[in-house]
């Protein structure tokens, strides 16, 4: 059995960790890009920080009711019922996460060579994969070890991420001009373009650095007093890491114009040459690649035990049940998904799977979540649950609307991947429904034993 060892303080690390990771650091110039301004470019990084916590209050409810490994595959199980619609929502779920979990290894890891050729330079295309493949190797390293050592790395980890921001914020309070940020233009880069158009393309990369929010979740089965801790440290991480990100944006518009925000691929180090010269450049570079190795650490960490919650309830191959003999980790989980990520960070790039990520996970996670939280609510009413948001259902119908607009703002060809991944996921779950004569597939008897 897996061990209750973390504390509020290692929950809250591990979620700001997996939030911040090499995102708002190369996803700050596609939001300039695409806002135009400093104002509204804030204005977006605002919009990611409002959509979270409403989201939050869904994940806290069922993350205090289920603090299970697996988070959502528990969550989508229990919630539409776990001998029927909770076995095709929970299947869709682990199957997007076999493709999705990786997507996000890959990532990190290609954005982590993306910003390290500021030190070392340009790279080979072949050689530079080899080292984003490296680097999963490496992490999953340090992941091989039970709860209680990675919960103290985690830390250590997450004051790497507090000094790296405390700098650039307290640079560009200090050396900057505020004043300007805040009376800039409001126009948008595209005369074209709607606010609420603009608003929606650069969400995505909003959202793609504040997505992690919720990783407590997948460890809810290892957290002290989750009833409590999982909704504190998922509201502490989100209210601690937007923070952060608007006087982070502020900083660097104090500092350097838009235009030089929106055409930097190493905005940071640009921005700290600009106040201290290139020595400094190159050791905030340095820390924000350890930033974007914290925010690997702690993905893999929680994404390696939804597999083995799976396989737990027979709903996924056996083999990833196992735990380290002496450990006492999912082991076999976490090589897999290390070992998937590195075929992708040898296959794909930067863009396609943040792109990807979001479309993959918004009706099959998100959507399903918020949905399965309003029946879960009603079928056992809400004095069962340890944990109850505000305004109920108002978040849950917000989170809903404000996911189903960020995917109508990805490509249509993203689109499409969001929409066949789950279609052929529920084929797959028929196919093997039908080979095992369960659900729906159920004899007369059994149908009568479920309550049909």
């Given at each position: 059995m897996l061990k209750r060892e973390l504390s509020l303080f290692q929950a809250t690390a591990i979620n700001m960790i997996d939030m911040v990771g090499i995102g708002p650091f190369v996803t700050a110039a596609f939001v300039a890009a695409t806002m135009g301004s400093a104002p509204l470019a804030l204005l977006a990084w605002a919009v990611g920080f409002v959509i979270c916590l409403v989201d939050a209050s869904v994940w806290s409810e069922l993350g205090a009711r289920m603090p299970q490994a697996g988070g959502s595959y528990v969550f989508l199980r229990e919630s539409f019922g776990r001998e029927r619609w909770g076995r095709l929502m929970s299947f869709l779920f682990v199957w997007q996460t076999t493709f999705q979990a990786p997507l996000v290894v890959a990532?990190?890891?290609?954005?982590?060579?993306k910003y390290s050729t500021y030190l070392v330079g340009p790279l080979d295309g072949v050689v530079s994969r080899l080292c984003a493949a490296a680097l999963v190797v490496v992490v999953?390293?340090?992941?091989?070890?039970?709860?209680?050592?990675?919960?103290?790395?985690?830390?250590?980890?997450?004051?790497?991420?507090?000094?790296?921001?405390?700098?650039i914020i307290g640079s560009g309070l200090l050396f900057g001009n505020v004043e300007m940020v805040l009376t800039g233009s409001l126009t948008l880069a595209d005369p074209q373009a709607t606010l609420w158009g603009a608003l929606g393309v650069a969400s995505i990369p909003t959202m793609y650095s504040f997505l992690g929010y919720y990783n407590v979740c997948h460890l809810g089965a290892e957290v002290r007093n989750p009833e409590r801790t999982i909704p504190a440290s998922m509201y502490l991480s989100i209210l601690g890491i937007g923070l952060l990100y608007l006087l982070y944006q502020t900083s660097l518009f104090s500092v350097l114009t838009s235009a030089e925000v929106a055409s930097s691929d190493f905005v940071v180090s640009l921005f700290i040459d600009r106040i201290y010269g290139s020595t400094a450049a190159q050791v905030v570079t340095a820390l924000v690649l350890i930033v974007a190795v914290s925010s690997l650490f702690s993905l893999m960490l929680g994404y390696s035990r939804i597999p083995y919650a799976a396989a737990r309830d027979g709903v996924f191959f056996r083999l990833f049940e196992r735990l380290h003999p002496t450990e006492n980790f999912p082991h076999v989980s976490l090589l897999v998904l290390a070992g998937i990520g590195i075929a992708f960070t040898l296959s794909l790039t930067l863009d396609d799977t943040i792109k990807s990520i979001i479309t993959m996970?918004?009706?099959?996670?998100?959507?399903?979540?918020a949905v399965g939280l309003m029946v879960l609510r009603r079928r056992i009413g809400q004095e069962a649950m340890p944990w109850r948001m505000w305004l109920y259902p108002l978040p849950a119908l917000l989170a809903i609307i404000a996911w189903l607009w960020v995917f109508s703002s990805v490509s249509s060809q993203k689109q499409l991947v969001g929409i066949v991944a789950p279609v052929i996921g529920s084929m797959a779950f028929l196919l093997l429904a039908r080979y095992r004569g369960?659900?729906?597939?159920?004899?007369?008897?059994?149908?009568?034993?479920?309550g049909g």
């Open positions: 990532s990190a890891a290609l954005g982590f060579m999953t390293f340090l992941l091989y070890r039970r709860i209680g050592q990675v919960g103290r790395i985690s830390v250590v980890l997450w004051f790497c991420v507090i000094a790296t921001f405390l700098w996970r918004v009706f099959t996670q998100f959507i399903a979540q369960s659900w729906p597939f159920t004899t007369a008897q059994d149908h009568e034993r479920l």
